[in-house]
Structure formats: C-alpha cells, structure tokens
C-alpha cells in the first residue's frame, strides 16, 4: 500500500506498527474467534435466522471434536440461533451428553428456536442435575413445573414458584404456601395474583397475620391485584408497626369502592411516617 503524502504515510505506518503489536500480545484468543465459523449474533427476541445447512455442519463437526466444556457449552448455544431441522436434530442428541451443562444448554437452544416440545422434554424431568431440571421449569414445562415446587434443591423450588402456565401449575403453587419459607411464599402470591388466580385467595389470605414483613406485604399486595381483600383488612394492616405494610396497605386501598377509599384516606393523613 503507497501513501503520496508523508504526514499519512507516517500514520499509517504507526497503525500498522500498533497492530503488529497487538497481534504479537495476544496470546489467548477469544472463544469466538476459536469457532470454526465465526460468531453468531442474532438479534434479541425469537430467533428468524435460517443457516446453512453447511454451517450447522460445521457446529456439530466442532461439538464432536471440542475437548474443552466452555467452548462445547458456546457451540450448543449457536444451534439454538439457526432454524433448521438439522440443528433441532442435533440439539435433541446432545440432550442426552454426558455433561450436564450441554444438556442443560441444549434445552434453552431447542426452546430458543421452538423446537422444545413435551414429549422431548419429559425424558429429562428425572435428570440427576439441578442444571438441567431448571431449564426445564424455565421451558414452562408444566410438569418441571410441579415437580420443581418439591424439588430438595432450594433454588429450584424458588423458579418453579415464580412460573405457572395453566390451572394445574397455579394450584400446585397454592397448595404449597403453608409449608414455604416467607420469602418462598412472597414469590407464590406474586406469581398466582399475576396469573388473576382467584382460587388461590385461601391460601394467601393466612399471610396476612405473618410475621414476616416480605410475606406479609406481598399477600396485600396480592390481594388488592386479585381484588380479594376489604376495608376491615386494609384497616387492620394500617396499624402494623412497619411502614412498608401500611404502604402496601393503601396501595391495595385503591381497589375499594370510593367511600371506603375515603376511609382509608383519612387514617393514612395522620400517620407520622412521611413515606406512607
């Protein structure tokens, strides 16, 4: 390359130096470099991309071959951005890789591109890996769903608790608000009062006397969505001692009839926290 002025032939020369470089000091390239294709990006949202079916070859040549779980974990993710029926076949054999972080990974992949159908799924709910179980409740499987609410591991149970996709999910998550843990059951009331799940006002209305404040509040809160809690109860929370009871409180206020909203109105005016 010939550069005629001076000034631009020294500054080009100190790019190209710089990249020199650079390139000299870089010892590790990125996991995306390494990918035999080149990354794939796709925008957010569902995936509409259609690959070649070269490039699903490739992606599967290179799981075969990979040694190292990141990258295998990155190259499962890539089939779960390319339409295909090759790549939906793929992603249905790595289910049952002996890793469970690839399994895990090719639950999502199959989900990204609506490929994630029950009969696919089940095999899995028994999965000895928590990894892979939790994906499955993230897929709204119904039945990961339920079978999450008892799952020994923790946090599972607290994904399950916040997802629910039919009747059978919303009463499985009622059914088990008197055995959770305040924070467990915060998240319960929220996700039956997102669904409008009025069957569930039994089981949320105990949380009402809670002595945890996040249950308690999250039961108000709950209630005043589902429009399943009167004056008298409202009236009862104003005088909780903690402020974010007697918020919520007003809050849920606002699904009364007019006159008792007045009510509600005229208590809250005297309360000697500015925050309510």
């Given at each position: 390359?010939?550069?005629?002025?001076?000034?631009?032939?020294?500054?080009?020369?100190?790019?190209?130096?710089?990249?020199?470089?650079?390139?000299?000091?870089?010892?590790?390239?990125?996991?995306?470099?390494?990918?035999?294709?080149?990354?794939?990006?796709?925008?957010?949202?569902?995936?509409?991309?259609?690959?070649?079916?070269?490039?699903?070859?490739?992606?599967?040549?290179?799981?075969?071959?990979?040694?190292?779980?990141?990258?295998?974990?990155?190259?499962?993710?890539?089939?779960?951005?390319?339409?295909?029926?090759?790549?939906?076949?793929?992603?249905?054999?790595?289910?049952?890789?002996?890793?469970?972080?690839?399994?895990?990974?090719?639950?999502?992949?199959?989900?990204?591109?609506?490929?994630?159908?029950?009969?696919?799924?089940?095999?899995?709910?028994?999965?000895?890996?928590?990894?892979?179980?939790?994906?499955?409740?993230?897929?709204?499987?119904?039945?990961?769903?339920?079978?999450?609410?008892?799952?020994?591991?923790?946090?599972?149970?607290?994904?399950?608790?916040?997802?629910?996709?039919?009747?059978?999910?919303?009463?499985?998550?009622?059914?088990?608000?008197?055995?959770?843990?305040?924070?467990?059951?915060?998240?319960?009331?929220?996700?039956?009062?997102?669904?409008?799940?009025?069957?569930?006002?039994?089981?949320?209305?105990?949380?009402?006397?809670?002595?945890?404040?996040?249950?308690?509040?999250?039961?108000?809160?709950?209630?005043?969505?589902?429009?399943?809690?009167?004056?008298?109860?409202?009236?009862?929370?104003?005088?909780?001692?903690?402020?974010?009871?007697?918020?919520?409180?007003?809050?849920?206020?606002?699904t009364l009839a007019n006159a008792d909203r007045v009510v509600i109105?005229?208590?809250?005016?005297?309360?000697?926290?500015?925050?309510?």
């Amino acid at each position: 390359m010939m550069f005629a002025h001076p000034r631009i032939r020294s500054v080009a020369m100190v790019l190209l130096l710089a990249g020199s470089q650079a390139l000299a000091q870089s010892t590790q390239p990125a996991v995306s470099d390494m990918l035999p294709y080149g990354p794939l990006v796709t925008p957010e949202g569902k995936v509409n991309v259609v690959a070649s079916p070269r490039t699903i070859e490739l992606i599967d040549e290179a799981i075969k071959e990979e040694k190292e779980l990141a990258r295998r974990v990155e190259l499962t993710t890539d089939l779960g951005k390319c339409i295909s029926p090759a790549s939906e076949a793929i992603l249905k054999r790595l289910l049952a890789d002996p890793a469970p972080l690839i399994r895990a990974a090719a639950v999502r992949a199959l989900v990204a591109i609506n490929a994630a159908d029950p009969a696919t799924l089940k095999p899995l709910l028994s999965d000895p890996s928590a990894y892979v179980r939790a994906e499955l409740i993230r897929a709204k499987l119904p039945e990961a769903i339920i079978a999450g609410l008892k799952d020994a591991d923790e946090s599972l149970q607290g994904i399950a608790l916040g997802i629910s996709v039919n009747a059978d999910t919303d009463r499985a998550i009622a059914d088990q608000i008197k055995s959770l843990q305040p924070w467990q059951a915060g998240v319960a009331v929220s996700t039956l009062a997102d669904r409008n799940y009025t069957d569930g006002v039994s089981a949320i209305r105990p949380l009402l006397v809670s002595n945890n404040v996040v249950a308690r509040v999250s039961a108000i809160r709950a209630l005043g969505k589902l429009r399943a809690i009167d004056r008298n109860a409202i009236e009862t929370q104003l005088s909780h001692s903690h402020a974010a009871v007697r918020v919520a409180a007003i809050q849920a206020a606002m699904t009364l009839a007019n006159a008792d909203r007045v009510v509600i109105a005229d208590r809250t005016i005297a309360d000697a926290d500015l925050a309510v």
